[in-house]
T-cell receptor, first 116, second 111 residues
Framework: EPEVTQTPSHQVTQMGQEVILRCVPI?????FYWYRQILGQKVEFLVS????????KSEIFDDQFSVERPDGSNFTLKIRSTKLEDSAMYFC??????????????FGPGTRLTVT | GNSVTQMEGPVTLSEEAFLTINCTYT??????LFWYVQYPGEGLQLLLK?????DKGSNKGFEATYRKETTSFHLEKGSVQVSDSAVYFC??????????FGKGTRLHILP
């Protein structure tokens, strides 16, 4: 069964460094998302992406964050200058074209980002 | 705005016990409702969903019914197993593109 994959599974970085989290969505999907889960807290929406542009973003997704689909398969989240509070589990998700409008999202296993 | 409230955990039950995890929501319009499960060390997996009022989602012995009159989507299972130990998230998707999650309920099943 096709699944969303994410790399790396765990990333440790120093405060102020740039990180890129990578995701490979399911191949025929058209909608892509990033969520994050700070340890012990709820999963929060960051951004959605469709047709090579951001369709919605949350207040968390400030100028330090960017997303890109550099080729036909990868979907990346870049954090330009990491802060301690960026430490979290980051989940990528993708969604197929769905004429019924139920928009089921399929989640990857997550990348745990630790900022020291 | 849209929100999801679910019961605080952890919930500890013995194997074969009956499980209920309460979930209520606030949303405009007619959201789709979901339960996701997160097993230890793994990502989020869709457990079940319901897209309109009175729909019942079911999977792996779990069930939840979309109740518009009470704005609820409680998760139930008649006889839990040790392998059901995980964190369960109630969630909704409204007219926009994002999923709103509850805080999660950690479930421990004792053998």
């Amino acid at each position: 069964e096709p699944e969303v994959t994410q790399t790396p599974s765990h990333q440790v970085t120093q405060m102020g460094q740039e990180v890129i989290l990578r995701c490979v969505p399911i191949s025929n999907h058209l909608y892509f998302y990033w969520y994050r889960q700070i340890l012990g807290q709820k999963v929060e929406f960051l951004v959605s992406f469709y047709n090579n542009e951001i369709s919605e973003k949350s207040e968390i997704f400030d100028d330090q964050f960017s997303v890109e689909r550099p080729d036909g398969s990868n979907f990346t989240l870049k954090i330009r200058s990491t802060k301690l509070e960026d430490s979290a589990m980051y989940f990528c998700a993708s969604s197929p074209p769905d004429w019924r409008g139920t928009y089921e999202q399929y989640f990857g296993p997550g990348t745990r980002l630790t900022v020291t | 705005g849209n929100s999801v409230t679910q019961m605080e955990g952890p919930v500890t039950l013995s194997e074969e016990a009956f499980l209920t995890i309460n979930c209520t929501y606030t949303a405009t319009g007619y959201p789709s409702l979901f339960w996701y499960v997160q097993y230890p060390g793994e990502g989020l997996q869709l457990l079940l969903k319901a897209t309109k009022a009175d729909d019942k989602g079911s999977n792996k012995g779990f069930e939840a019914t979309y109740r518009k009159e009470t704005t609820s989507f409680h998760l139930e299972k008649g006889s839990v197993q040790v392998s059901d130990s995980a964190v369960y998230f109630c969630a909704l998707r409204g007219r926009d593109d994002k999923i709103i999650f509850g805080k999660g309920t950690r479930l421990h099943i004792l053998p």
